[in-house]
């Protein structure tokens, strides 16, 4: 266990050994103020740590809280911060912090930058439970050209172009808030290199805000002409908010593709599927789930998909929306960028 961020743990494979390390969980009273034990990714045997978010503040078994039936029960006599329920949910729009309406009525808290975060904590456990959920695959065949030159210790520039969440939005280091953990591909890339020992050149021309339609719009300025080896494209959330038909999507992504291979021919792309928005938020839940099963159809040579939409479906079946979102609508924090990281590590292996 450690009070800082360090890159290897974060990397770890959440489907992989028996121990989680840094979990984040939101401590959300009940409407008549109780606090309900808090499921994790995992039914925990024990739990090894609790930690205030940025990892300063180390909280104390018995005290603080206790292990009960594999969840975290937060002991209403400790000092861990809870966040009440009128703090979260409010009747009417709040002047003194950012909200959404709520699909069943009312609003909801939204925060940008750390305002997540800062109410969440931090937990590492071990558990002999094994993931049930879908593995993500080894698709390195598919990327030959790109293996070979990290095999071969050669130059090798990387490309991100998509939206918000391409960007790293929320991750505590863009926002400057302990424990300042990566963006996921700055979590990918470096370990990438401290694997193949090959220089890697990461460019970044993500935006906030935007869909294909725009991708396209700018695919040859932002993404083509920096002549990418490996471009990774993440679209998806804003079209899916915005009910953009599957063709369209589709016709638009393979449109990028095309525009970046009319400068490289031998560009290889990695297309992630998109994380799922907060389902109870209104106007953001759309046809985001539909474009997996088209993107999976231009998988080939040259093209893998990594799939973090079935992965985030598996750990909402299990966590809670707010426990692992950066803005409690469509960004991710720590824990969920993570694995987006993880995802990408292992679509690149073998």
């Known amino acids: 266990m450690s009070d800082r961020y360090e890159r290897s743990t974060y990397v770890s494979y959440y489907w992989q050994g028996n121990i989680t390390e840094n979990e984040s969980v939101f401590p959300l009273e009940s409407r008549d103020g109780h606090l309900h034990d808090i499921a994790l990714m995992y039914p925990a045997d024990e739990i090894l740590e609790v930690r205030s978010s940025d990892l300063a503040t180390l909280y104390t078994e018995g005290k603080d809280y206790i292990l009960h039936e594999g969840k975290l029960r937060i002991l209403s006599d400790g000092v861990i911060p809870t966040v009440p329920y009128d703090g979260y949910f409010f009747e009417d729009k709040p002047e003194d912090c950012g909200s959404f309406p709520c699909r069943f009525g009312g609003h909801i808290f939204f925060a940008e930058k750390d305002g997540m975060h800062v109410r969440q904590i931090s937990v590492s456990y071990r558990h002999s439970a094994e993931w049930n959920g879908p593995v993500p695959g080894a698709k390195g ?4 050209r790109t293996l070979a030159k990290l095999e071969g ?3 090798l520039k990387v490309l991100v172009y998509g939206d918000s969440i391409s960007t790293g939005a929320n991750s505590t280091k863009r926002v400057e808030a302990a424990p300042y953990a990566e963006a996921w591909f700055d979590m990918l890339v470096g370990t990438l290199e401290d694997k193949y020992s090959a ?13 294909t339609g725009w991708g396209l719009e700018n695919a040859k300025e932002l993404a083509a002409d920096h002549k990418p080896d490996l471009a990774i494209i993440g679209f998806g959330m804003n079209d899916g908010s915005g009910r953009v038909p599957v063709e369209h999507y589709i016709t638009r992504t393979i ?5 970046i291979r009319e400068q490289n021919p031998n560009v290889e792309f990695i297309l992630i599927s998109t994380m799922m928005p907060h389902a109870i938020v209104a106007r953001f839940l759309g046809n985001q789930e539909e474009y997996l099963p088209e993107l999976m159809k231009l998988e080939g040579e040259s093209c893998a998909v990594a799939n973090i939409t079935d992965m985030h479906k598996h750990l909402l079946a299990r966590k809670r929306y707010y426990d692992m979102s950066g803005n409690n609508v469509n960004h991710p924090n720590d824990f969920l960028a993570r694995l987006y990281a993880q995802v990408l590590l292992r679509t690149l292996e073998k």
Not at 199 to 211: D, F, Q, Y
């Open 153 to 155: 210790g050669e130059p």
């Open 255 to 259: 449109g990028i593709m095309n525009c």
């Open 141 to 144: 065949g598919l990327l030959p």
């Open 199 to 211: 220089p890697i050149e990461l460019v970044n021309t993500a935006v906030g805000g935007t869909a």
